[in-house]
């Protein structure tokens, strides 16, 4: 028996290594226990990556969808191998400690895919994902791993409902909100709770899960419309199963993630999230996968994305409807159909084996559906965030514009060193009407971890507070809206400007710009500035703050030389300006 792979096989170009020679009877040794025959030793070898977990509706599925993807792998030839990794539940971590862990988690679950696949030479790889770190871990797993593979998400959950309307967990976050200012009582407050979450899938508005399953989709790594079905959709099945094949199918084409991941399919997916009025998660999210694959996609790209599409989906947070909506209406090939005709997107291949623009020519749309509008006739004319710069933040900040039609705001700094001081502020009405609320030293190395900051802009929201905005080095959930701007760099941590703002300063944050400054002396405070020591972090915590980048460049912890691009390149100019919302 020859200890060398057969060149004339290379579906298991990968296996061979473990599997042939005479070398390796030991590993077969195992393999057979495991349940393969002589025969299986010749199939790819497909690693299923499951962050299947009883702890969350957006992933407790996911056990009984791997079945569909196993059945589909061995339909096509393949021998499919299971594996797990984690979840960490942004929506029950909100507002806690805990949630420190969420970004971080993205780290892990893209390393742990990495090692499983890595240390038993895999020859392809699916990922079936659900909450929101999951879904871009698997991206960038695979842009690391640069072997045949696909991602696949769970399903979004179905609407709630309260006395015959329709809701999502955005409702509940606000009603926590309402019930601190006294205006919902208790069992006000349960009954929103009880009704927000009928069963399995995730969160159900464009927050960042399904912003991330359409942006995969439309950047071609996950296949068109699997991404789109309800998680708990009797054609999920199907779905699945399909999945399952596909993988075995890259294998046998020799198509590696990068064929998939391009600067051109970034850019899509970036346009996609614009024209979606997806979450500023995206931002990093799609940064980061361009930085595990060597790309040179930054910020300014995503910026420049929402300069050209402008919103067309009246989706929650900022809109009226829920991913199930959007299924019904026609699903993300409706939205890559109406980006094509605009030529706000290029073509380009996806792991379905046909190019994006063959699947969104596919796209059926229903009769009288208002999801989905057009590019001619948007939702909003300006896309849903945008990049700005300044003295606050030189290295950028993402404001997301979704939700509101403020372009400009000036008012008072109040200043909180942590989110639980700023959410015990807001629901105080120490801090409200009219004042920039400033939560610092949450960022990737301050927190550590780069908290959401859901429940404060819902607390807002549910105080009927509506003149205010918020700045923070931290994040604000998908689920989030108003004016607000996160990702502010360089962090408080690291002694970024924000570190140098004071309660009672004037912030400006000015879209059309692209500017958010202070009238303070920061110059003059710098010379007097020292950092401060931060909270103590241990473990896995103290790792990441060791390892982790800039927001600004993902917030990875892999190598990761910053960008060519610079900060000063970006003072406002026409070329780059968002739309104003009555242009």
Not at 252 to 261: E, H, L, M, S, V
């Amino acid at each position: 028996m020859s200890d060398r792979p057969d060149p004339k096989n290379p579906a298991n170009a990968r296996s061979a290594h473990v599997t042939e020679g005479s070398s390796r009877a030991a590993a077969r040794s195992y393999l057979r226990a495991a349940g393969m025959q002589d025969a299986d030793f010749k199939k790819p070898m497909i690693g299923i990556v499951n962050t299947w977990s009883t702890v969350t509706p957006c992933n407790m599925h996911l056990d009984r969808l791997a079945k569909d993807v196993r059945a589909g792998v061995t339909a096509a030839g393949g021998w499919p191998v299971d594996f797990n990794t984690i979840v960490v539940t942004d929506g029950i971590s909100m507002g806690t400690a805990g949630m420190k862990a969420s970004l971080i988690s993205r780290e892990v679950v893209a390393d742990s895919i990495e090692l499983a696949i890595e240390g038993h030479q895999l020859d392809g790889v699916i990922c079936i994902v659900g909450c929101d770190k999951t879904i871009p871990a698997a991206a960038m797993a695979l842009a690391r791993l640069d072997i045949p593979g696909l991602v696949y998400y769970g399903g979004t959950i179905m609407p709630g409902r309260i006395d015959g309307q329709e809701v999502s967990v955005q409702e509940v976050f606000e009603a926590i909100g309402a019930h601190g200012a006294g205006t919902l009582d208790d069992a006000g407050l349960k009954k929103v709770e009880s009704a927000v979450c009928p069963g399995a899938g995730a969160c159900g508005g464009q927050f960042t899960a399904n912003t991330m399953a359409m942006a995969l989709s439309m950047m071609g790594i996950s296949p068109m419309g699997a991404n789109d079905v309800p998680a708990v959709d009797p054609d999920k099945a199907a779905e699945g199963f399909r999945c399952g094949q596909l993988a075995v199918e890259r294998v046998f084409a020799g198509d590696n993630a990068r064929k998939y991941i391009t600067r051109a399919s970034l850019k899509n997916a970036a346009i996609a999230c614009s024209a979606s009025g997806g979450s500023t998660n995206a931002v990093m999210h799609l940064t980061a996968i361009a930085a595990e694959a060597g790309i040179d996609f930054g910020i300014e790209d995503c910026h420049q994305a929402c300069v050209e599409a402008p919103v067309i989906c009246d989706l929650k947070p900022g809109g009226r409807f829920l991913a199930s909506h959007l299924y019904v209406a026609g699903g993300t090939r409706l939205v890559a159909k109406r980006l094509a005709e605009a030529g706000k997107i290029v073509n380009t291949p996806t792991v379905s084996g046909e190019s994006l623009f063959a699947e969104a020519a596919k796209a059926e749309e229903a009769p009288g559906q208002q999801v989905v509008t057009t590019v001619d006739a948007p939702v909003m004319a300006r896309g849903s965030y945008a990049v700005i710069y300044g003295n606050v933040a030189p290295e950028g900040a993402i404001i997301k514009l979704t939700g509101h039609k403020v372009d400009r705001f000036t008012g008072p700094a109040k200043v909180y060193d942590c989110e639980e001081d700023a959410f015990a502020a807001v629901q105080s009405g120490e801090a409200g009407e009219g004042d920039v609320i400033i939560i610092r030293y949450e960022g990737p190395k301050g927190g550590p971890g780069m908290r959401e900051m859901l429940q404060i802009t819902a607390a807002l929201k549910g105080r009927k507070v509506e003149n205010v905005a918020l700045l923070t080095d931290g994040r604000f959930s998908g689920a989030s809206y108003g004016f607000v701007a996160g990702h502010v760099s360089p962090e408080a941590a690291v002694g970024g400007p924000i570190a140098l703002v004071e309660t009672g300063d004037t912030i400006t944050i000015d879209v059309p710009n692209r500017r958010i400054d202070t009238d303070a002396d920061l110059t003059a405070r710098r010379a007097a500035f020292t950092l401060r020591e931060l909270r103590e972090a241990r473990g896995v915590f103290a790792k990441y703050r060791a390892s982790v980048a800039s927001a600004s460049q993902g917030a990875v912890t892999i190598p990761n030389p910053p960008p060519a691009q610079t900060p000063d390149r970006y003072q406002t100019t026409a070329a780059t300006q968002p739309v104003s919302e009555d242009a």
